[in-house]
């Protein structure tokens, strides 16, 4: 079975949203989705999510990253823990395996298309290789908040993922996790 890590940090659970809905999408394409994060809000991880170590890295088949926006960047937490991976760096745990990324903003022009590409820049340094959305994905063309080929996105108007928002995040997972398993094969 094909091993996802959906790696993300949520502070008022909009991106763990996101997250909910690509381990829909890994699931649905036959993967194991793992949940894990580097903290939530108070920085306390919650009981169905485990706090990320290094060793998921190596035992992943597959990598996805998420965050809020943070002025067009990741959330700090999430680039202190990219900041500990040198061993796996220079290893080349990641090297070869398939990456994606995906966020949340409180407005629509928070930052949405800068965070995916600097989220993108250690899978990028780690040798990953990245998956987005591509425009076949119906979704991706009728989205009036979140969504992009670079990845999952939410625009937080509500409390809940629009339709498309949720069907770009589920098409995200299937295709990280069929991406995988041909890789593996």
Request: aromatic fraction near 4%; charged fraction near 20%; hydrophobic fraction near 35%.
């Amino acid at each position: 079975m094909t091993r996802v890590v959906i790696l993300y940090y949520s502070r008022n659970g909009a991106t763990q949203l996101l997250a909910d809905a690509i381990a829909e999408g890994v699931t649905a394409a036959g993967g194991e989705a793992v949940l894990r994060s580097t903290g939530h809000g108070s920085n306390a991880v919650s009981d169905r999510d485990l706090e990320i170590e290094n060793a998921d890295l190596e035992s992943c088949d597959a990598l996805i990253l998420g965050s809020p926006t943070r002025f067009g960047h990741m959330a700090s937490s999430l680039q202190k823990f990219w900041e500990g991976t040198s061993r796996e760096w220079l290893q080349a745990i990641l090297t070869d395996k398939p990456g994606a990324v995906f966020t949340s903003s409180s407005s629509l022009h928070g930052g949405q298309e800068s965070t995916l590409l600097t989220l993108a820049l250690p899978l990028i340094h780690h040798g990953m290789m990245l998956v987005g959305i591509p425009y076949s994905e119906p979704a991706l063309h009728q989205t009036e908040s979140g969504g992009s080929p670079y990845g999952a996105s939410h625009h937080e108007h509500s409390k809940k993922l629009t339709e498309h928002e949720r069907q770009c995040a589920i098409a995200l997972g299937k295709r990280v996790t069929q991406t995988a398993a041909k890789l593996s094969s």
